[in-house]
């Protein structure tokens, strides 16, 4: 429960600042980028120790795939995600004058010119890869030199994907922060979009980085010089 109380809060933050920023700041992209990577950073700060602060589905599926996560808590965790997304979209709407929110549909992510929704789901995959790689190499691994300001990482690296990615495809990397403005302002061109390509790209990274860095090395075959223990030829006697 308070796992999921957590997660949800977190969901929330991300919409109701990231995606009230689209309607109400100034600083155009850059304002925006990092309205959402400071967001995420302050609360994955806040409540890392309680739930891990995913507050992203993508995140959630990495930490599944790789064994890190049951099942169960998994299913709570997006439930709360999407649901703290909703309210975050749903409190935009009822608080923000039209004025403000429809001309960017609520800060619903959507593909840029000349961007096709092939080119857009790599694009998420990408940078989502980028993401789940980098809440990784920070919060789930112990040898990570970040661990203890994790969030600062993580916040950094979303900054930087909306940096490049905004114009292009909204740079979502989170199928809750999809969602929840989809849902309220009725937009659902090319949705799978901000789904497919967040959820396969965050796979990939915590895949990869529990493959290369984090199981367990296998022990030196005996007889290598690293094993300590030097085999004897046949016909040799062993070393002592």
């Known amino acids: 429960m308070q796992r999921g109380v957590a997660e949800a809060i977190g969901a929330f933050a991300l919409v109701f600042i990231g995606a009230g920023s689209i309607a109400v700041v100034d600083g155009g992209l850059v304002g925006v980028a990092l309205a959402h990577g400071l967001v995420i950073a302050v609360m994955v700060s ?57 001309p960017v549909v ?25 993401l789940v790689w980098v809440i990784f190499a920070t919060a789930a691994d112990p040898r990570g ?12 690296t979303i900054t930087l994907d909306i ?29 799978w979009v901000w789904y497919l390509g967040p959820l396969v790209g ?5 895949l990869a980085y529990e493959a290369l860095y984090l199981r367990p090395a296998r022990p030196e075959p005996v007889g290598t010089p690293g094993s300590g223990v030097d085999e004897p030829r046949p016909g040799d006697a062993a070393s002592r």
């Open 46 to 102: 806040a409540v890392g120790h309680i739930s891990g602060g995913h507050f992203n589905p993508a995140v959630t599926l990495g930490f599944l795939v790789t064994k890190r996560i049951a099942p169960s808590l998994a299913g709570v965790y997006w439930a709360a995600q999407m649901l703290g997304g909703l309210l975050g979209a749903i409190l935009l709407t009822l608080l923000l004058p039209d004025e403000l929110t429809d």
């Open 106 to 130: 609520l800060g619903t992510p959507a593909l840029g010119l000349g961007v096709g929704a092939g080119a857009g789901v790599v694009i998420e995959a990408i940078l989502t890869f980028l």
């Open 145 to 156: 030199t970040f661990t203890a300001i994790a969030g600062l990482a993580i916040g950094l």
């Open 163 to 191: 940096l490049m990615g905004g114009p292009l495809t909204g740079a979502a990397m989170n199928p809750a922060r999809a969602f929840g403005p989809q849902l309220v302002a009725g937009e659902w061109g090319d949705f």
């Open 202 to 206: 965050g796979a990939a990274a915590a």
